[in-house]
């Protein structure tokens, strides 16, 4: 969705001070974001759960993180010159991403779970194993006078393992987003941006597939 706000009747002073409130920026501070989405709620105001359906095990193993900057996932520039650099609240983008990959197949009904390692093979472990690796993971925020532009931009390699028959199978999506014209930045700003289009690379990877007996193959 694209937030556009309009400011009226600010005087010359306050419009001044406006402006170096909000084009003022720490160099080199660092805001961490959270690339997993909260849960969504019922009427109620209930956590909702979804029934898992019938399907492999599928267990998500952190993706290999293959940019040239791993320190950060992207920035906010002000007029001025001053830049805040945003990073993962946990400091590892491969862990996040496949976090938010488990829990995006969970909402999807998929018997899924997230791993720190990849599981030894065996009757007791999971049918399909997924890793992947990043190639592109960003979102950047550039003010103008009064208003923000973000724009994110996502490129995953997503790779599923299955153990039944030892195939696998892989695929590369990218994605970009923006929200334009934002009055008041906020960091949730940039996370729901990143959020919402590193889904996207997820949605792809999700509607090209389906299963077959305790396997995951291309449709």
Known sequence: MIRQ????????PVAVGLLL??????KGDIIPMNLTPKMQA???GAAQVVKPMAGPRVMVIPFEDGRADRTKVGSRSSMWGGETYFNVSSGSAGE?????????LKRKGWQAQYAKTAPVASEAGPDVVVSGKILELAVDARRGVFLTDIEARTKLVIQASNREDSSSLVRTDAHSGS???VLWFEPQDG???LSEVLEKNFERFV???KFEDRAIRFR
């Open 42 to 44: 019922d009427a109620t």
């Open 207 to 209: 509607v090209s597939t």
């Open 96 to 104: 996040e991403t496949a976090q938010a990959f488990a829990d995006y």
């Open 191 to 193: 996370e729901s941006i």
């Open 5 to 12: 706000h309009v400011v009226r009747g600010i005087s010359a």
């Open 179 to 181: 929200h334009d014209n």
């Open 21 to 26: 409130l909000l084009g003022c920026s720490g």
